[in-house]
């Protein structure tokens, strides 16, 4: 009888901490912090910019996919390095993700 009821509680309690993970993950997501956003917002500008040098054939469109995925690349790390701060990249880590983008930036002709 003891181990049948050891058996519900333990039943109930992994039903619960399910409920609670479902309901965290559930949550929408924050605005994020001003630095990762201006970063974000660098990197969509950028984009729009190679996008723009491709359509007026300024550059061809193998080396527009080099620099737009380059571009996500960056964008990937800024969100990785966020996961890792709790939501928010560093001064620091925003220096060098800016570094990057102006490698990017540098050889977008025009």
Do not use: C
């Amino acid at each position: 009888m003891n181990l049948k009821r050891t058996a519900l509680a333990a039943a109930f309690g992994a039903l619960a901490f399910g409920a609670t993970v479902s309901a965290a993950s559930a949550q929408p997501l924050q605005p994020g912090h001003p630095r990762q956003e201006q970063v974000l917002d660098r990197t969509a500008h950028q984009r729009a910019v190679i996008r723009h040098e491709e359509r007026t054939g300024r550059i061809s469109p193998a080396k527009a996919h080099r620099l737009l995925v380059a571009d996500r690349r960056i964008a990937a790390r800024d969100h990785r390095m966020a996961r890792r701060n709790g939501g928010y990249i560093t001064r620091a880590q925003q220096h060098r993700l800016n570094r990057q983008e102006n490698q990017v930036a540098r050889r977008i002709p025009g």
